[in-house]
């Protein structure tokens, strides 16, 4: 029996691939190009609307131990990634074209791949995996929430923007990594002045009107730059803007701040602003933006945007499996559910896939542990949880180890890490029994 996947972003394409590699036909529904999001530009599969950036790519770090563990999985995501890699120190970003191209191509050549380019506005029948995102159209969004098992919650979500590498001014920007681990960043060094200024232009800067917009409902996790400069005149500077282990070469001493901007693209000719997720207009996003150091004649590629974000309250709703615990054989996967992130999206649809088609051979659906970054988002968004928020992967919700490790909280990762690449492995092999 085929198994319908709605959305064909980072989620509904993995879910997709983990089905059809076994042997599962998938009818894979995606509403582009018929209709777009505000957020949404391109028609290609997994489309990477805000940050090009997957994060870190070190095992040290939990996002990193879960590219790790889905690359072991066989993940399309990460294939992809890999192939599309563009410098970026210890991260791994990527160029989009590249990346979203590879990904539409291994699925709509698939032969069991049937892909439909049209809106969905009602649940679907199971076995299926709703995976549209966190800008779920309106409709679906309104059958999803009048489900007698669902409560939906709202936040807002933001893009930095991207500007041309020709229009920088490079006597005024250096090339660095933090820490000296390459130098795949440009730097904008900022003096006292120039950053008390830039604060204050902030502070003043005129905000684009968001229906519903409610400031404390701004996930901490994509805080819009001004919203960061109202909580308090250092918190760019300790955040974003910090400047440790970004020594400006003309001066041999780091500057007062930094922004720092990421390559976005193979070529090397567009650069977004890290960490300058905002809802200033457009306007002000030139003139104020502008006042950062190399970036006075800056052409914005793209400005950055404020959206919506839907999700569930997922614990009691799903198991960790993301299936519904009322509902067999109907998933979700991806931001809808409460991970948080490209990655973590990408990872709960690899588990929802890979969970559905089992249960479409009719075998024992396989259960991630908390030992492994996969098993620790799965329960972390089944559990429940009297004030449920998206989360990122951490090692936070991952089991601890169970002794004391020589060498601090590195060395104690490092152990998790291994214990879950093991794990990862040990299951990998009992899925392909």
Known sequence: MSVTVIGAGLAGCEAAWQLVKRGIPVTLIEQKPENY???????????????????????????????????RMDSLVLAAADKARVPAGGALAVDRDTFSGYITDTLK??????????????????????????LTSDAL??????????????????????????????????????????????????????????????LNAETAPIHGFEEKKVFEGCMPVESMARRGHMVLAFGPLKPVGLPDPRTGKDPYAVVQLRQDDAAGTLYNLVGFQTRLKFPEQKRVFGMIPGL????????????????????????????????????????????????????????????????????????????????????????????????????????SWPEKVRGGKQARYEKIASRALETVDQMKIALEM
């Open 109 to 134: 050549n698939h032969p069991l791949v049937t892909f439909e380019a049209r809106e969905v506005k009602e649940i679907p029948d199971a076995p299926a995996i709703i995976a549209t995102g966190p």
């Open 296 to 399: 006075e004649n800056a052409e914005f590629a793209r400005y950055g945007v404020m959206h919506r974000n839907t999700f569930l309250n997922s614990p009691g709703l799903l198991d960790s499996h993301y299936q519904m615990i009322s509902r067999p054989g109907l998933y979700f996967a991806g931001q809808m559910t409460g991970v948080e992130g490209y990655v973590e999206s990408a990872g709960s649809g690899m588990v929802a896939g890979i969970c559905a088609a089992m249960q479409q051979q009719g075998r024992p659906l396989p259960d991630f542990p908390r030992t492994t970054a996969l098993g620790a988002l799965a329960h972390y968004v089944s559990a429940q949880n009297q004030s449920f928020q998206p989360m990122n992967v951490t090692y936070g919700i991952m089991d």
């Open 37 to 71: 999001s505000p957020a949404h530009h391109s028609p290609l599969f997994a489309e990477l609307v805000c940050s090009n950036s997957l994060r870190s790519d070190r095992l040290q770090n939990a996002v990193g131990l879960l590219k790790e563990e889905m690359r």
């Open 141 to 202: 969004a309104e059958a999803i929430a009048a489900m007698p098992e669902v409560s939906t919650l709202n936040f807002y979500d933001a893009a930095a923007p991207i500007v041309t590498a020709e229009s920088l001014d490079m006597s005024k920007v250096y090339r660095a990594s933090r820490y000296g681990r390459g130098d795949d960043y440009l730097n904008c060094p900022m003096s006292r002045e120039e950053y008390d200024a830039f604060v204050q232009a902030l």
